[in-house]
């Protein structure tokens, strides 16, 4: 039988795995249940992986998020006002000309102070769980582009000013492509890349196509060249733009907002999958038997060439109960017997 970060890679490489890893995608749940704060775990490796390890091996799920990076914006952009005039020191709604793009401070990674607590948490945690696979939220070069111009003046950008938006993506994808090395190097074994702002919710498959796709294409193959393994989180509505998707060199896709059988019936042989327990409806709020059933059902849909990690569709909510979240690790391992003939 696979260990858990061989399965893992095989399932990211398209081999498949003799087994159904569970990676909850468990965030906000464990940081709520050990009493702390974002801010403080994001600043502390060892309050991180306290909490991360020990709600872990209490639920009995797998792999281990060692947290999210969002200190390109910060320190390309942290110094200049926002359209309010407040120096926030985030960057975030900086950008909004290109007069403002050559203003943005150059990204000296070795000089991050959030990448290094990242680095030293990922250490921490493969020196504490050697076995257990380790993922990092990242975002792509269009997603810090997104942070640096606003929400409400990327979303303007992405249709009336095309040029801007994909020249900022342009400009800090070395920065991305970078941080991405160093978060590798330092023992991860995968990617993991939200795109909330991207599906088909906020903007429309054009929009996709003209601002978002060509710069993944172009920057998620940098990362790939250099040894990274990707799964790109399909946050929305994705179905009218998964053939894009499938062009931009993720390992494996975390769907949400979709038919897990559906998508792999049409894409299970050009990608592997992960998801998607509804956080909120299903996972949540559910029964413990809603939640096995609809979790052995997803197993039965989707693993049966070893190419599945069960998850929930986004971050798991804090108010998950421990009930429900071992039952979807049950479900999984009564899946992996029928599957793979498991007798343990």
């Given at each position: 039988?696979?260990?858990?970060?061989?399965?893992?890679?095989?399932?990211?490489?398209?081999?498949?795995?003799?087994?159904?890893?569970v990676?909850?995608?468990?965030?906000?749940?464990?940081?709520?249940?050990?009493?702390?704060?974002?801010?403080?775990?994001?600043?502390?490796?060892?309050?991180?992986?306290?909490?991360?390890?020990?709600?872990?091996?209490?639920?009995?799920?797998?792999?281990?998020?060692?947290?999210?990076?969002?200190?390109?914006?910060?320190?390309?952009?942290?110094?200049?006002?926002?359209?309010?005039?407040?120096?926030?020191?985030?960057?975030?709604?900086?950008?909004?000309?290109?007069?403002?793009?050559?203003?943005?401070?150059?990204?000296?990674?070795?000089?991050?102070?959030m990448?290094?607590?990242?680095?030293?948490?990922?250490?921490?945690?493969?020196?504490?769980?050697?076995?257990?696979?380790?993922?990092?939220?990242?975002?792509?070069?269009?997603a810090?582009?997104?942070?640096l111009?606003g929400?409400?003046?990327?979303?303007?950008a992405?249709?009336?000013n095309v040029?801007?938006?994909?020249?900022?993506?342009?400009?800090?994808?070395?920065?991305?492509?970078?941080?991405?090395?160093i978060?590798m190097?330092?023992g991860?074994?995968?990617?993991?890349?939200?795109?909330?702002?991207?599906g088909?919710?906020?903007?429309s498959r054009?929009?996709?196509?003209?601002?978002?796709?060509?710069?993944?294409?172009?920057?998620?193959?940098r990362?790939?060249?250099?040894?990274?393994?990707?799964?790109?989180?399909?946050?929305?509505?994705?179905?009218?733009?998964?053939?894009?998707?499938?062009?931009?060199?993720?390992?494996?896709?975390?769907?949400?907002?979709t038919s897990?059988?559906?998508?792999?019936?049409?894409?299970g042989?050009?990608?592997s999958?992960?998801?998607?327990?509804?956080?909120?409806?299903?996972?949540?709020?559910?029964?413990?038997?809603?939640?096995?059933?609809?979790?052995?059902?997803?197993?039965?849909?989707?693993?049966?060439?070893?190419?599945?990690i069960?998850s929930?569709?986004?971050?798991?909510?804090?108010?998950t109960?421990?009930?429900?979240?071992?039952?979807?690790?049950?479900?999984?391992?009564?899946?992996?017997?029928?599957?793979?003939?498991?007798?343990?």
């Amino acid at each position: 039988m696979m260990t858990k970060r061989e399965a893992v890679r095989a399932i990211l490489d398209g081999r498949g795995a003799d087994r159904i890893p569970v990676i909850m995608n468990a965030f906000s749940l464990p940081v709520m249940q050990y009493g702390y704060t974002m801010p403080e775990v994001l600043m502390s490796p060892e309050k991180m992986t306290e909490c991360m390890v020990g709600t872990r091996k209490r639920l009995g799920y797998d792999g281990l998020c060692a947290g999210a990076y969002g200190g390109i914006a910060a320190m390309m952009g942290g110094h200049l006002p926002d359209s309010e005039g407040n120096v926030t020191g985030m960057g975030e709604d900086v950008v909004h000309s290109m007069e403002d793009i050559k203003k943005l401070a150059p990204y000296d990674a070795e000089k991050c102070p959030m990448l290094k607590t990242l680095v030293n948490t990922i250490k921490l945690m493969r020196e504490t769980e050697p076995e257990e696979p380790i993922f990092v939220i990242l975002h792509v070069p269009a997603a810090v582009a997104f942070s640096l111009m606003g929400a409400k003046p990327a979303f303007r950008a992405m249709v009336k000013n095309v040029e801007l938006f994909r020249a900022l993506s342009d400009y800090v994808e070395d920065a991305v492509v970078e941080s991405c090395k160093i978060i590798m190097d330092a023992g991860v074994d995968f990617l993991w890349f939200p795109t909330p702002n991207f599906g088909g919710y906020c903007i429309s498959r054009k929009t996709y196509e003209k601002c978002i796709s060509e710069s993944n294409i172009h920057a998620l193959k940098r990362i790939k060249d250099n040894g990274a393994q990707i799964v790109l989180h399909t946050c929305g509505l994705y179905d009218d733009r998964f053939d894009l998707v499938l062009k931009e060199s993720g390992d494996a896709w975390h769907i949400s907002d979709t038919s897990t059988k559906k998508v792999k019936e049409q894409y299970g042989d050009k990608v592997s999958l992960m998801g998607s327990i509804p956080c909120v409806p299903v996972l949540m709020e559910g029964t413990e038997q809603e939640v096995y059933d609809f979790c052995y059902k997803e197993c039965m849909d989707a693993a049966q060439d070893g190419r599945f990690i069960l998850s929930g569709d986004c971050d798991v909510p804090p108010g998950t109960s421990d009930e429900n979240m071992k039952a979807a690790v049950r479900a999984a391992k009564d899946a992996e017997k029928i599957l793979f003939g498991k007798t343990k």
